[in-house]
């Protein structure tokens, strides 16, 4: 019997480490069938007055190194025409939306599951199914004030992994706590959803209509051309 126990035991570590192995082997995005084709849009071509603060085109990072070659953010078209209504709408509140982070090549979510610690994973996608920016519908993003051009108070930073990042987390300030949720409403009121994990990270609605991507931001320029 305690024979057969460690045998069991070997095999659920060898499962284990085979999985995790095919997830560091994997070279290439998983396939997936009847998915609409790609329209990726830069989103300053929709509107200028976003502001756009693409830290993974820096160091300053929880990589630690620029990981894309260009500071560029892109998303299918329905979602961004959406992104740019809820923009819109902010001024009103003389508000505006700064861009963290759009569509992101397949390759890119692989990078950052490989270097993230186990438990933080919850915070960053496995590229075994691919992520939501890998299909070019979710957005990270903040607000700014349009006459000082600084962000707005939040409970954290961009790519906080602690749980303070939660769009529930009860112990922020009521500044922090009036700013978040006011994104979270206008953002929803377009179609998108807050990702549970992380106040600043947002899906659009039919994201599971569109493939995982791993297009280089100058290949996309290339297609629009």
Known sequence: ???????????????????????????????????????????????????????YARTDNFVGKAVYAEARAFMQRPA???????HQKLKKR???LVIFDGY???????????????????????????????RGCA????MFDLKTGK????????????D??????????KTQKKNRDLLRRMMEAEGYIVNRNEWWHFDYKDWENYAIYDIAFSEVKAESD
């Open 1 to 55: 019997m305690k024979r057969r126990f460690l045998t069991i035991g070997a095999r659920i570590v060898w499962i284990l480490l085979a999985a995790s192995f095919c997830v560091s082997a994997q070279s290439a995005p998983p396939k997936e069938e009847n998915k609409r084709e790609a329209d990726l849009v830069e989103l300053i071509t929709l509107d200028k007055t976003l502001k756009l603060d693409i830290r």
């Open 80 to 86: 961004a025409e959406a992104l740019v209504k809820v």
């Open 94 to 96: 003389n508000l505006g």
């Open 104 to 134: 992101r090549p397949w390759s890119v979510t692989k990078l950052f599951w490989e270097v993230t610690p186990e438990d933080k994973r919850k915070f960053v996608a496995n590229p075994k199914v691919g992520s939501r920016h890998n």
């Open 139 to 142: 957005v990270d993003l903040s």
């Open 151 to 162: 962000l707005v108070e939040m409970p954290t930073d961009f790519d906080d992994f602690t």
């Open 164 to 173: 303070k990042a939660s769009p529930n987390y009860d112990g922020a300030s």
